[in-house]
């Protein structure tokens, strides 16, 4: 197993990050914040996206894509987790990988071009932690059942807390018909705003009551696919956003002296700083596992996604938190970059089922293994 990254790779990352630099992006974040973080008030990266390739990054070259994969997909992720990028892609790569993969090519070069911009309602598969497809709840833990479709396409139910709904000119659906789960196309779908304490994060409320849509027979195993492949990509952010905090606590111990010392010379903040580099390295060996059993062991994919995600959501909760805390009293003020990090930890680890969903899951597959 060579987990090295490619010339290709490690180009595409490099272009990825100089794309990125070109926009202010924490920046603008803070400015949405101090202006009460109405809509519309941060970038438009789509463009950036658009001209980079990132919309048909998971989309074969001969629907219009780039043809590239899961692997790919997350170094681009990595990168727009590093600086807290505002651009509404995740939920459009989950939904074009689906439906390349079901072989859906109506409308899927306009998507993979960025012509139009598509959103994912996700649906977390079956597992031994509940027997059907199941939705993120809008409040509490119990999560509500996937919407349905009957015969003739049309959808009841509703999905809450979707990645970049807001503002996609189409929705691709997990929903459920006669017991099985099948991908809806979906336009005019009522979408309400929900951004919350990360202006940074696009997310909606989606009423699917009455909508007619596009069956397509994407598979349980392609459907399930994209759950996880959501779980690598949340992952391979937070990966990013904590190798920003580490960066940032480190440079601040560097410069900030006191008793005549640097507070970097101190065992208390080494051992602070360390603990952010253990936990980072530790979620970085699991992504490229699993973005290396995407393609070459998928029977691991699953269980792998899963650590990633566990073990990046741990580090990015306790670099967030560490890296406030090393920059002292000016960390924890409003005009400090350092709190922005936090918001986005702290809601991310939310998304998608949640981190304890992802440690549900591996340990759901340790304990099988113990007992065969």
Same mark, same amino acid.
């Given at each position: ?27 603008? @974040? ?21 001209? @980079? ?214 065992? @208390? ?41 566990? @073990? ?61």
């Amino acid at each position: 197993m060579n987990l090295a990254l490619s010339d290709e790779q490690e180009f595409l990352r490099e272009a990825a990050r100089g794309a990125l630099s070109r926009v202010k992006t924490v920046e603008a @974040a803070r400015e949405a914040l101090e202006d009460g973080g109405k809509p519309g008030e941060l970038p438009d990266l789509w463009p950036v996206a658009v001209e @980079a390739g990132w919309t048909g990054l998971l989309v074969s070259e001969d629907r219009g894509g780039a043809g590239l994969g899961v692997f790919e997909a997350m170094l681009v992720a990595e990168e727009l987790g590093r600086v807290i990028a505002s651009v509404p892609l995740l939920g459009h790569v989950l939904a074009t990988y689906v439906l390349d993969r079901a072989g859906h090519g109506d409308g899927l070069e306009a998507l993979a071009s960025g012509d139009k911009r598509v959103a994912f309602v996700a649906a977390r598969p079956p597992s031994d932690l509940g027997g059907g497809w199941t939705v993120d709840a809008e409040r509490g833990k119990k999560r509500p059942d996937a919407p349905t479709v009957d015969g003739d396409g049309t959808l009841s139910g509703s999905a809450h807390w979707v990645l970049d709904a807001p503002g996609a000119d189409v929705l691709v659906v997990v929903a459920t018909r006669d017991g099985s789960p099948v991908a809806v196309v979906v336009e005019g779908a009522s979408v309400t705003e929900a951004r919350r304490y990360d202006q940074t994060r696009s997310l909606g409320h989606v009423s699917l009551d009455g909508l007619s849509g596009t069956v397509v027979d994407a598979g349980a195993e392609t459907l399930a696919n994209a759950w996880y492949v959501g779980q690598a990509l949340l992952a391979a952010e937070s990966v990013g956003t904590v190798a920003t905090c580490l960066d940032m606590a480190v440079q601040y111990a560097k410069e900030r002296f006191t008793f005549g010392r640097a507070i970097g010379s101190y065992q @208390a903040v080494k051992h602070s700083l360390t603990e952010i580099l253990r936990r980072l390295e530790n979620a970085r060996s699991l992504l490229l596992y699993a973005g290396w059993s995407a393609q070459d062991k998928p029977e691991e994919f699953a269980v792998a996604a899963s650590a990633a995600r566990a @073990a990046a959501g741990s580090a990015l909760d306790f670099g967030a938190r560490a890296n406030i805390a090393v920059h002292g009293g000016i960390g924890a003020t409003w005009e400090h970059d350092a709190p922005l990090y936090f918001r986005r930890a702290e809601l991310t680890e939310r998304l998608l089922g949640g981190t304890h969903d992802a440690y549900d899951r591996v340990a759901g597959e340790l304990l099988t293994a113990a007992s065969a």
